[in-house]
């Protein structure tokens, strides 16, 4: 008796072949360990944050606000300039990280700048906000007289660092806010983001009375401002 030859399969389509190589992907992608340097809270909401919301109604109410609710201040990464990337090195990033504001006072004294910062924009300032260091923050601005306009490559002031902490601290942001120009709170990073857009969603409600209790400050120096053009 003839036995009948095995029926061989259908080869898969260009398309079902394609599917396969995109299941396989995502399967080896979801296996990959997060960095634990990696942020997993970085802003991805679409609606808008209610602190933005509130900040933007505080700026309506002036004349001021108004024209820079109109031309929002974009992102605009300057190179680092080499002054300030000769300074940043082991010792000042030490410093910060350990706190030890006497080693930077004597280091600006002998010279240094503390404007320092990397090739990526990132500043000793940033770095001071970002680790919710009041007393670093202090110092930096109101003693050594660092700029707090820096931008890092993707466009973050030292404002949006203050908002991305663990947890709010208000007084580092009260330092910056009377250091900034009023247009820097709803300055944009490269992706749109103002300050605010990195709080946590936890944290909104706080943040938003923050602000109505710096109603009349930030109100005063949007008065106090000149917005030319």
Same mark, same amino acid.
């Given at each position: 008796?003839?036995?009948?030859?095995?029926?061989?399969?259908?080869?898969?389509?260009?398309?079902?072949?394609?599917?396969?190589?995109?299941?396989?992907?995502?399967?080896?992608?979801?296996?990959?360990?997060?960095?634990?340097?990696?942020?997993?809270?970085?802003?991805?909401?679409?609606?808008?944050?209610?602190?933005?919301?509130?900040?933007?109604?505080?700026?309506?109410?002036?004349?001021?606000?108004?024209?820079?609710?109109?031309?929002?201040?974009?992102?605009?990464? %300057?190179?680092?300039?080499?002054?300030?990337?000769?300074?940043?090195?082991?010792?000042?990033?030490?410093?910060?990280?350990?706190?030890?504001?006497?080693?930077?006072?004597?280091?600006?004294?002998?010279?240094?700048?503390?404007?320092?910062?990397?090739?990526?924009?990132? %500043?000793?300032?940033?770095?001071?906000?970002?680790?919710?260091?009041?007393?670093?923050?202090?110092?930096?601005?109101?003693?050594?007289?660092?700029?707090?306009?820096?931008?890092?490559?993707?466009?973050?002031?030292?404002?949006?660092?203050?908002?991305?902490?663990?947890?709010?601290?208000?007084?580092?942001?009260?330092?910056?806010?009377?250091?900034?120009?009023?247009?820097?709170?709803?300055?944009?990073?490269?992706?749109?983001?103002?300050?605010?857009?990195?709080?946590?969603?936890?944290?909104?409600?706080?943040?938003?009375?923050?602000?109505?209790?710096?109603?009349?400050?930030?109100?005063?120096?949007?008065?106090?401002?000149?917005?030319?053009?």
């Amino acid at each position: 008796m003839i036995m009948p030859l095995p029926v061989a399969a259908p080869l898969p389509t260009t398309r079902e072949l394609a599917a396969r190589a995109i299941l396989s992907t995502s399967a080896l992608v979801s296996q990959v360990p997060v960095h634990p340097a990696v942020s997993v809270t970085q802003p991805q909401q679409k609606e808008e944050p209610l602190p933005v919301t509130q900040l933007k109604a505080i700026f309506a109410r002036s004349e001021t606000g108004q024209k820079i609710l109109q031309r929002p201040n974009r992102c605009m990464f %300057s190179k680092p300039s080499p002054e300030a990337t000769d300074a940043y090195d082991l010792e000042v990033v030490k410093a910060i990280r350990n706190n030890e504001i006497e080693k930077l006072r004597a280091l600006q004294r002998n010279g240094k700048s503390l404007d320092a910062c990397n090739r990526f924009g990132e %500043s000793l300032i940033h770095m001071a906000c970002r680790r919710s260091d009041l007393g670093m923050v202090k110092f930096l601005v109101e003693e050594a007289g660092v700029r707090v306009d820096v931008r890092d490559d993707f466009g973050r002031l030292p404002l949006h660092d203050a908002c991305w902490t663990t947890l709010p601290n208000f007084a580092v942001m009260d330092v910056l806010i009377k250091a900034s120009s009023p247009a820097l709170l709803l300055s944009e990073d490269v992706r749109g983001h103002t300050p605010y857009h990195y709080a946590r969603r936890e944290h909104w409600t706080d943040w938003v009375q923050f602000l109505n209790d710096r109603d009349q400050l930030i109100t005063q120096r949007l008065c106090a401002a000149k917005i030319l053009g």
